[in-house]
T-cell receptor, first 113, second 114 residues
Framework: SQKIEQNSEALNIQEGKTATLTCNYT??????LQWYRQDPGRGPVFLLL?????KEKRKERLKVTFDTTLKQSLFHITASQPADSATYLC????????????FGTGTRLLVSP | GAVVSQHPSRVICKSGTSVKIECRSL??????MFWYRQFPKKSLMLMAT?????????EQGVEKDKFLINHASLTLSTLTVTSAHPEDSSFYIC??????????FGQGTRLTVV
């Protein structure tokens, strides 16, 4: 069966450290993968998109890797801050039109001062 | 910048009544609007996809007569939960998509049916 798995347990780290979140998928052939941030009671906010032919993408303190052999994406936040505390969702799509997104359950990140 | 404005953010209604949720795309044209439902600590579950001017496509298991979707223009889509029951209580989120890669989510609506 098809699955997108993110660690359901919260990730607790100290301010200034690098947070690394994992997204594993099974029985999908994604054309791209996206990462979103979701705060409690709010809709997700788009962060980064990485395509299947890309290994790594960066945006400010964020870095995403995509390994289609391992069927895994890693999401890194360097120099983490308490304001980075939120739930982070990965989503993948097999279509080239960026329409059909399938979401993981998200991982909650808690950055303590 | 482009955003999707979703209203109301919270609504409490009595069992048996109907509730309408609106999503408006600002500064872009949402050719497609997606409607999701999210349970606590669960993934976003796609309910239906609507394109402007045509009937919505519902996912398996979603009752189209219960969750009425209207996408009358490129900037407005509505979801009406008809004859709401306590089990319909959930967090509903819309997502507007234009022709680019980025998706714009609404702020979400917390529906509580009492």
């Amino acid at each position: 069966s098809q699955k997108i798995e993110q660690n359901s347990e919260a990730l607790n780290i100290q301010e200034g450290k690098t947070a690394t979140l994992t997204c594993n998928y099974t029985n999908y052939s994604p054309a791209y993968l996206q990462w979103y941030r979701q705060d409690p009671g709010r809709g997700p906010v788009f962060l980064l998109l990485i395509r299947e032919n890309e290994k790594e993408k960066r945006k400010e303190r964020l870095k995403v890797t995509f390994d289609t052999t391992l069927k895994q994406s890693l999401f890194h936040i360097t120099a983490s801050q308490p304001a980075d505390s939120a739930t982070y969702l990965c989503a993948l799509g097999e279509d080239t039109g960026f329409q059909k997104l399938v979401f993981g359950t998200g991982t909650r990140l808690l950055v303590s001062p | 910048g482009a955003v999707v404005s979703q209203h109301p953010s919270r609504v409490i209604c009595k069992s048996g009544t109907s509730v309408k949720i609106e999503c408006r795309s600002l500064d872009f044209q949402a050719t497609t609007m997606f409607w999701y439902r999210q349970f606590p600590k669960k993934s976003l579950m796609l309910m239906a996809t609507s394109n402007e001017g045509s009937k919505a496509t519902y996912e398996q298991g979603v009752e189209k007569d219960k969750f009425l979707i209207n996408h009358a223009s490129l900037t407005l889509s509505t979801l009406t939960v008809t004859s709401a029951h306590p089990e319909d209580s959930s967090f509903y989120i819309c997502r507007g998509q234009d022709l680019n890669t980025e998706a714009f989510f609404g702020q979400g609506t917390r529906l509580t049916v009492v």
